[in-house]
């Protein structure tokens, strides 16, 4: 595990350098002032980066370092950052609280948290279109398509009406697993994918690393359904007991939270599995599988 925390710590650390000089004023010299601040403000804030982590473990698990891994690690954060700020909106999720500060909306206003979340959604593509991303252009194109659908009404956009469609509903373990598939794993199915992309996976490495991304993203919802039944506020850095008052469709509220621990072991057994072929060299992804689950212990 400790050598997982290291890697965790550097695509961290390398993702927030990358942001941080992709958002100051001289490299965006015709942005608004208060908007450039609040993507900052979203952008820049503690966050753990594990979807950026995925990306540039993958791409080292298949030999390949250097700005690439980083550049898309940083162009999914964007991403992410964006999904976080206009969930918080009241029209959504209505939050006041991410990650121990105040949401977007509350430090600036509703409206440029909104066009904050745009401005941050729209970089992420222009940093994979940049040739520094990848000098194949053919690469760069299946980065920039993979994201597209990842994260549009076929991934996570479209699970998000999902969830909102399915609020006080009670979702099949079909419908169920579809729309999580969608909200939460299609941005880690896809951080593992633009590892592979950039690292040239043959196509058995690629499929395998896919379904690990898709494994990931599942321990990783069903820990965060945990979380909000189990956890606290402040360990948490939202706010917690929401999904049973809005009649959410979870796990935990569809198996219990006996349950839904039973689930969360089986899916980690199998998203190890899957990498186990690649031998040694898969460990640290081994272990970021365990951190994800505990998370809500």
Known sequence: MAEFQVELQMAAVATETFLDQALVARNNPA???RLLEAMRYAALGPGKRLRPFLVMETTRLLGLSGDGPVRAGAALECVHCYSLVHDDLPAMDDDDLRRGRPTVHRAFDEATAILAGDALLTLAFAILADPATDADARVRVALITGLAQAAGAAGMVGGQQLDLDGEGQDLGEDALGAMQSQKTGALFRYACEAGAILGRASTEKRERLVSFGSAFGRIFQIADDLIDVTGDATTAGKATAKDAGRGKATFVARHGVKGARERLEVEVA???????????????????VRFAARREA
């Open 31 to 33: 942005a608004p002032a």
């Open 270 to 288: 199998a998203a190890i599995a899957l990498v186990a072929p690649f031998g040694r060299e898969a460990n640290v992804l081994a272990d970021a």
